[in-house]
């Protein structure tokens, strides 16, 4: 056993392990043990698991990310104080100031790719799993948690004919050939589409005015269309069984930041003062931003307080006016 197969063992365990648990308690309640369906519910049942104990993780990143697009007017002020200057003391001393503001502000650029990191080796340990199905099964052997007879009944199961074990490059051969190319292409296309979807929502919706203008915007604008192309490019790779774990998480995400960004949005951004601006018009207090400073917080409660201030200043005139018809 290399190196990287030591550290995946554990993963491919509990990974494997969630599988069957599914699997299992779905069959209990009548459910086909043999169906590609129960199987699919299994993995989108590994999804929910995995995300849900994520969501902590999530919250941190969600601060992490609105302490650095508060951050962007103080370091752009920073790049400017040490334009130019390219010795070495100077390098070290931006560094130093930089790293100073982010533990000042209990934030770092790596926290936002923290959710991603942690899934990594869930994902790998799946691909194994499910990419070593049937060579497990030649061998007569189990793999993680599943025993022989489950590899073998998870290798023979299928989605609308395409079993769960094959990929795009690699099909189930025959008739189920076509079938495994044209569903592998629309969870492919739908992986990506799902990612670029939450990328472009956030930042589109969830950026204040100085984080677009940011050099960090620049780098964001660039993962926005180099990740999608590289998941859907490895995407020919990926069993079906895999493109359906993707998919699901990918439709996960999208899901959470669709609901962080209208109800915890970045203060400064325009989904910030379209919330301000509903909360208003209902009469309610702005509520404080997640991962917000306080004045920032007071600010909008200010803002929203005169908008609502403005209307019953406009409605009191037509009250007399009424009154003296």
Not at 79 to 86: E, I, L
Not at 133 to 157: L, N, Y
Not at 195 to 204: G, H, L
Request: glycine share 8%; net charge positive; charged share 15%.
């Amino acid at each position: 056993m290399d190196f990287f197969e030591t550290i995946m063992f554990p993963f491919k365990w509990l990974v494997s392990i969630i599988m069957v648990g599914f699997h299992e308690g779905l069959s209990s309640i009548g459910l086909p043990e043999a169906s590609g369906w129960t199987w699919t519910l299994s993995i989108i049942g590994l999804v929910l698991v995995i995300r849900a104990a994520l969501i902590p993780v999530f919250v941190k990143q969600i601060k992490a990310q609105r302490g650095m697009q508060l951050l962007q007017p103080d370091l752009k002020k920073l790049q400017d104080k040490y334009k130019g200057k390219t010795d070495q003391l100077s390098r070290q001393a931006m560094a130093q100031e930089q790293m100073a503001m982010y533990k000042k502000h209990g934030t770092n650029p790596f926290s936002a790719c923290l959710p991603m990191l942690i899934q990594m080796p869930f994902f790998f340990a799946l691909f194994q799993v499910l990419s070593g199905i049937t060579s497990a099964r030649t061998k007569g052997a189990g793999i993680g948690a599943m025993s022989h007879d489950q590899v073998v009944q998870f290798d023979e199961s299928s989605i609308f004919g395409a079993p769960l074990s094959a990929t795009l490059l690699h099909g189930g051969g025959g008739d189920s050939q076509l079938v495994v190319n044209i569903l592998s292409i629309v969870m492919i296309l739908a992986m990506t589409a799902s990612q670029f979807i939450t990328q472009k929502q956030i930042m589109a919706k969830n950026m204040s005015e100085e984080a677009m203008a940011s050099p960090f915007m620049r780098q964001q604008k660039m993962m926005l269309y180099i990740l999608p192309l590289v998941f859907g490019v490895g995407g020919i790779n990926f069993p079906i069984g895999v493109l359906i774990y993707w998919t699901t998480t990918n439709l996960w995400t999208m899901a959470q930041q669709f609901f962080v960004i209208r109800r915890m949005p970045t203060p400064g951004s325009p989904a910030a003062k379209a919330l301000a601006e509903r909360r208003a018009a209902k009469g309610l207090p702005a509520l404080p931003i997640l991962g917000g400073k306080k004045a920032d917080a007071e600010a909008e409660a200010a803002a929203a307080a005169a908008i609502i201030e403005q209307k019953g200043q406009r409605v009191q005139p037509q009250r007399k006016n009424r009154k003296k018809k």
